[in-house]
């Protein structure tokens, strides 16, 4: 008698669906040793349809490097709630119990692939080589030292060869933010392809774009302390003071007086507290502390 083979199937450790009961275990737990993608999609969702496919092949050829978790954000709206799922499909990448990087929207294979190259490399892998990333990286190196100018050429250069690649874009876009020309940055924004457009690292430029519009108009840090202290009640003068703060580079800071804002009267001029912590979540990395901190804070704040 043949002998039946019950052992599971090879996708079943890399690629997996999840609920609210199993998240902690299935995400938070097993990112611990490896980094795991969570795919939030729904069935209603026709973007989710497409891109699910595609990640998931994305994750087997990366040979048990990453792995997978399907979350249905209908029957974990709890979950949804807390990581501020607003739209689906919305990628996360958890490593470490934290996210590290994420998308929203249906992508491009090729910039799925990037995606879970980034991801596999945050966890401590190697993804196979890739000339134009290690050109991204050189550019943000520049850029990180302050040769903005070579930064940009650079970016430039990489679009040359790839115009989607939405790291370059988005790397140049923040290199004439540092050179100060604004104009000129949210003119590449505007021009990056409609298959980018909503790709992590340009909403993130947009973010940034946004904040550095603000730091033009922002006041002095001192004055606005001083009526903030007076009057902690002056909402439009703390509001002030945490644009001021990030101008002059405090990000922490200026999430704090937000929050303390937002605990005031989150419904302030249209929720403007809230909509400034998302700004300002949206221009830095997933991953900074500043991010996963805020976030948590707001998070018990709604949810309280």
């Not at 199937?9 to 938070?28: C, G, H, R």
């Not at 087997?60 to 501020?84: H, P, S, T």
């Not at 800071?253 to 809230?274: H, M, P, S, Y």
């Amino acid at each position: 008698m043949e002998e039946l083979n019950l052992s599971p199937a090879p996708d079943a450790d890399l690629i997996k669906d999840s609920s609210e009961a199993t998240f902690m275990a299935d995400v938070v737990e097993a990112s611990q040793g490896v980094p795991v993608i969570v795919d939030f999609w729904a069935p209603w969702c026709g973007p989710c349809k497409t891109l699910g496919p595609l990640l998931e092949d994305a994750v087997r050829a990366a040979k048990g490097a990453v792995k997978m978790v399907k979350v249905n954000v209908d029957e974990a709206q709890n979950i949804a709630g807390q990581l501020q799922i607003q739209s689906i499909p919305t990628v996360y990448a958890f490593y470490n119990g934290q996210p590290v990087d994420g998308f929203q929207g249906a992508l491009p294979q090729s910039e799925i692939k990037a995606f879970v190259d980034r991801v596999v490399k945050a966890g401590g892998g190697e993804a196979p080589g890739d000339t134009l990333s290690d050109a991204v990286d050189a550019a943000e190196e520049m850029l990180t030292e302050g040769a903005a100018a070579d930064a940009a050429q650079t970016f430039a250069a990489i679009l040359g060869e790839d115009e989607k690649h939405a790291g370059a874009y988005g790397g140049m876009v923040r290199a004439y933010i540092a050179m100060g020309e604004l104009d000129q940055a949210e003119a590449i924004l505007n021009g990056a392809p409609i298959e980018i457009s909503q790709a992590p690292v340009l909403e993130a430029a947009h973010a940034q774009l946004e904040l550095a519009r603000q730091a033009a108009d922002a006041g002095p840090v001192s004055e606005l302390q001083a009526a903030v202290e007076a009057d902690p009640q002056d909402h439009q003068a703390r509001f002030d003071l945490a644009q001021a703060l990030y101008a002059h580079g405090d990000a922490e800071a200026a999430v704090t007086q937000l929050l303390e804002l937002f605990r005031q009267d989150r419904e302030w001029n249209d929720g403007a507290a809230k909509t400034q912590l998302f700004t300002i979540f949206d221009a830095l990395k997933p991953n900074d502390p500043v991010v996963l901190h805020g976030r948590r804070k707001l998070s018990s704040m709604i949810f309280a």
